[in-house]
């Protein structure tokens, strides 16, 4: 288990980040696959739910993409959203029929209709979109014993380390017996090997195997290990916190590490406000300032992030309220104008950062360029489809309702998963 462990970690170090592929000495066409129906009895729409600030599914995609194995990759799904997010990871979408889109229907039946459709498939690589800890280098080794070393199919497993004893009807006056222990030569954990499980993360296959055996573990089979750490499988609601901090550990990021924010800019209306003046009768004019978004902004600060709110002339906001409000959170307001770019370069040259340190909240057409360029972007949910567009991150909740308390904490957990994957990255030179 020792030897797994760093030839796993060795191998995370050279492989992770590299997407060539692995030489082989045919021209099969190998193809990631994720089903990811609809409809679920546990959690709606669970595979696009956000885990740590990614889709469900975005996590095994990524894996899948940056591996640079497969000729193609693939969400097999019967809904609109879940093939909106599929298209924005990278992958492919087959829509499935209603015959295999039934909560009975099982996976082979739904891969075989994948392949009906898709002849010129002759590999199989299915992944579950509930084992978000799915490194590129998994899949590369795993592969591999299928294209270098003549194995017909290859599936996930993990070590475990549990007695096991049979279940007996209650009132039946039946003993129970273990299955794998004798208890009077109880071992301790360290003496016993334990026991290979299958954790879902993936089965690979031949298309005949599929085809002509009806399942995905047949022909010349094996399996690869994972460690524990990376086995994680999302059944029920109540996994979804520990799975999420088991993921900030151990997923996998990316190529790029995330985005550190050190600067943000947030437009006040729109953003931090509804846009909705109230006038008095003595014709003074207020607006609405959700307490939860300020307080995310101070919880920026703590953070050492620097917080400018931004302004322009159009904004029918009293100058003393603007004072108001620069006082309330401790940041500066800036006014700026039609092309809110060109005011803010300077101030990214004049802080010397570049814009992949910047986070920048807009919510009209005029700051399209801003959220492009910028290394964090968002809108909130009722801006205009063009800032939609290009923004980084669509926020669930409306200017002025939330919208900058939710970006903020979405800036924060990517500040915890760029220190999660440096620590990932000093264990495994660590043990390299």
């Known amino acids: 288990m020792a030897s797994a462990r760093r030839r796993n970690n060795e191998t995370s170090l050279d492989e992770c980040q590299s997407s060539s592929k692995l030489p082989r000495n045919d021209k099969s066409h190998i193809a990631a696959l994720i089903l990811a129906r609809g409809g679920s009895k546990g959690i709606p729409l669970k595979n696009i739910k956000m885990l740590a600030g990614v889709p469900l599914i975005g996590w095994v995609l990524r894996a899948a993409v940056d591996s640079g194995m497969f000729d193609s990759v693939w969400v097999s799904t019967d809904h609109d959203k879940i093939e909106e997010v599929a298209k924005a990871w990278g992958a492919q979408v087959h829509r499935r029929s209603p015959k295999v889109s039934r909560d009975f229907s099982s996976s082979v039946e739904t891969i075989q209709e994948f392949l009906e459709h898709h002849k010129e498939v002759d590999i199989v690589c299915h992944f579950q979109a509930t084992s978000p800890c799915l490194h590129p280098f998994h899949v590369k080794e795993a592969l591999e014993k299928i294209t270098l070393h003549g194995y017909d199919s290859v599936f996930a497993v993990v070590r475990r380390h549990q007695f096991r004893w049979k279940e007996v009807e209650k009132g ?39 085809e002509k055996e009806g399942h995905l573990q047949g ?41 550190v924010v050190r600067l943000m800019f947030c437009n006040i209306s729109g953003c931090l406000t509804d846009g909705k003046i109230f006038m008095s009768v ?34 029918p906001i009293d100058p003393a309220l603007l004072q108001k409000l ?46 492009n360029l910028a290394g964090l972007s968002a809108v909130p949910d009722d801006a205009p489809a063009v800032a939609k567009k290009a923004a980084k991150y669509i926020c669930r909740r409306a200017g002025g309702s939330g919208a900058v308390r939710e970006f903020t904490e979405h800036i924060l957990l990517q500040k915890q998963m760029a220190k999660s994957q440096r620590e990932q990255d000093r264990i495994d030179r660590h043990n390299f």
């Not at 039946?172 to 954990?189: C, D, H, I, M």
């Not at 040259?349 to 009209?364: I, N, Q, T």
């Open 172 to 210: 039946s006056g039946e003993q129970t017996v273990p299955f794998n222990l004798e208890p009077a030569k109880r071992p301790r954990r360290q003496d016993w090997p334990g026991e290979l499980c299958e954790n879902g993360s993936f089965y690979f296959a031949k298309k005949e195997i599929i």
């Open 219 to 259: 022909g010349k089979l094996t399996y690869y290990e994972m460690l524990p750490e990376y086995s994680v499988d999302i059944d029920v609601d109540i996994d979804w916190p520990v799975a999420e901090q088991r993921v900030l550990r151990y997923g996998y990021f990316g190529k790029v590490t995330p985005e």
């Open 282 to 315: 003595s014709g003074e004019a207020m607006v609405s300032v959700n307490t939860r978004d300020t307080t995310g902004l101070r919880m920026l600060q703590e953070e050492q992030v620097e917080v400018i709110l931004l302004t322009t002339d159009k904004d």
């Open 326 to 371: 620069e006082d309330r959170i401790m940041c500066k307001v800036e006014k700026v104008g039609k092309e809110p770019l060109n005011d803010l370069k300077s101030i990214v040259e004049k802080k010397k950062l570049e814009w992949k340190d910047v986070a920048f909240m807009g919510f009209d057409q005029a700051d399209v360029k801003c959220l």
